[in-house]
Nanobody
């Protein structure tokens, strides 16, 4: 069963940190996406559950970390050194298909969490 429940989000000042979490059970890959007003949805980070291969967008490399706690069936996105341009609605996503994990689009989505970074 894939169930995405995405609490959290929040507002911070530039340079601050936030951690997003998402309850996920039953998946091959998981990921975080974001969409700012007027912009296309962007994949921020993703991770294969078997093997742990991760992907990060260039814009967040070195600042964001995707991780999973398999015992708790929870996906995390630790966001450090936040910038105003990180302001967006963030979505967790998952899929059961290795092909969609590699090529997209993911089939299962959380409801979104707003992240606002003020300067």
């Amino acid at each position: 069963q894939v169930r995405l429940v995405e609490p959290g989000g929040g507002s911070v000042q530039t340079g601050g940190s936030l951690r997003l979490s998402c309850a996920v059970s039953g998946y091959v890959c998981v990921g975080w996406f974001r969409q700012a007003p007027g912009q296309e949805r962007e994949k921020v980070a993703s991770r294969y559950i078997v093997g742990g291969t991760t992907y990060y967008a260039d814009s967040v490399k070195g600042r964001f970390t995707i991780s999973t706690d398999n015992a708790k069936n929870t996906l995390y996105l630790q966001m450090n050194s936040l910038k105003p341009e990180d302001t967006a609605m963030y979505y967790c996503a998952a899929d059961l298909s290795p092909i969609r994990c590699r090529l997209g689009p993911y089939n299962y989505w959380g409801q979104g969490a707003q992240v606002t970074v003020s300067s």
